[in-house]
């Protein structure tokens, strides 16, 4: 029972970090759509924004399928 809990909130972590880098690359091509010149500016600031939802994914994976086994 807590290990099918466990894998359900892993898979909205990573759902959710899936929907959020993809609405960060969409954002970014319409700002480097927009202004050509400032596209090494918006591409850094799209990295750093796509590994901190990463970061915050992987932590929730693991909170998920450690937080499923009871002590």
Do not use: C, W
Not at 33 to 41: D, I, L, M, N
Not at 51 to 59: H, P
Request: proline share 3%; no cysteine.
């Amino acid at each position: 029972m807590y290990g099918s809990i466990a894998a359900i909130g892993a898979g909205l972590a990573v759902l959710g970090a899936g929907l959020g880098i993809g609405r960060i690359g969409g954002s970014a091509m319409d700002a480097i759509a927009r202004q050509p010149e400032a596209s090494g500016k918006i591409q850094t600031a799209m990295i750093i924004a796509a590994a901190l939802i990463e970061g915050v994914a992987l932590f929730g994976v693991v909170v998920g399928l450690l937080g499923g086994n009871p002590a």
